[in-house]
């Protein structure tokens, strides 16, 4: 755990959070700001400061990839269609630097990118 990490404090259950999913290396809940119908963050329980230093444990990113899949199976869009978004860095706007996979569905997304 990291000190004044937001998500590291929402995995410890000392900021309150709607859950979806939860296994031993990851945990997923509702984004409180969400861009579509469907919007779950998964984080891994293990703190690493965003996707790229994620990178670094192959087998943790794992995890968090499978448990996105599992998300958008559990939240009824694995057949219409999802997205997997990391934002990385100043220019993709990440404002939690805590790495998390954003899984994004429900509604046809809008295009991508500007
Ligand atoms: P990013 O911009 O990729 O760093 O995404 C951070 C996400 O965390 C945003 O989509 C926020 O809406 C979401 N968020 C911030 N605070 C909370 C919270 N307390 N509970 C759930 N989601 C949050
Ligand atoms: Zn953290």
Do not use: W
């Amino acid at each position: 755990m990291s000190a004044d990490c937001l998500f590291c404090k929402i995995i410890a259950g000392e900021i309150p959070s709607t859950e979806v999913y939860s296994d031993d290396a990851v945990y997923a809940f509702r984004d409180i700001n969400p861009q579509a119908r469907v919007h779950v963050l998964v984080v891994p329980r293990e703190h690493h400061e965003d996707a790229e230093a994620l990178a670094g444990n192959p087998g943790l990113l794992s995890s968090v990839l499978k448990a996105g899949a599992e998300v958008a199976r559990v939240e009824g869009v694995r057949e219409s269609g999802f997205r997997f978004v990391f934002n990385t860095g100043d220019d993709a706007c990440r404002t939690v630097f805590h790495a998390h996979l954003h899984v994004l569905g429900g509604e046809q997304l809008s295009g991508f990118g500007r």
